[in-house]
């Protein structure tokens, strides 16, 4: 399974942006897809998970400014990042079941 993250870029603190992560393989009836983000000299943290159901589970500093949402139909995860501030700055990663993960995109925010 292989998944690609793209949307990243530089981004205004108070900005949005969106995140798209497209898997090779059919993501209906995946127990969990995520968001994590690793900033430098940080460790990889989780973003937002989204489950095979629906629920959806953020993480407390981005509760109310991301959304995390899929399309089965084009087997993609999406992050949507509203009013972005400079330490959301970090590497974005998607992954399912976290056990495969994409690549990475970067978002910088300048304040």
């Known amino acids: 399974v292989q998944l690609q993250a793209y949307g990243g870029g530089l981004v205004q603190a108070g900005g949005s942006l969106r995140l798209s992560c497209t898997a090779s393989?059919?993501?209906?009836?995946?127990?969990?897809m995520s968001w994590y983000r690793q900033a430098p000299g940080e460790q990889r943290e989780s973003v937002a998970t989204i489950t095979n159901g629906g629920f959806t589970h953020y993480e407390d500093s981005v509760k109310g400014r991301f959304t995390i949402s899929k399309d089965i139909g084009k087997n993609t995860l999406y992050l949507q990042m509203n009013s972005l501030k400079s330490e959301d700055t970090a590497v974005y990663y998607c992954?399912?079941?976290?056990?495969?993960w994409g690549q990475g995109t970067l978002v910088t925010v300048s304040s």
């Open positions: 393989r059919n993501i209906a009836g995946i127990n969990a």
């Open positions: 992954t399912r079941n976290l056990i495969y």
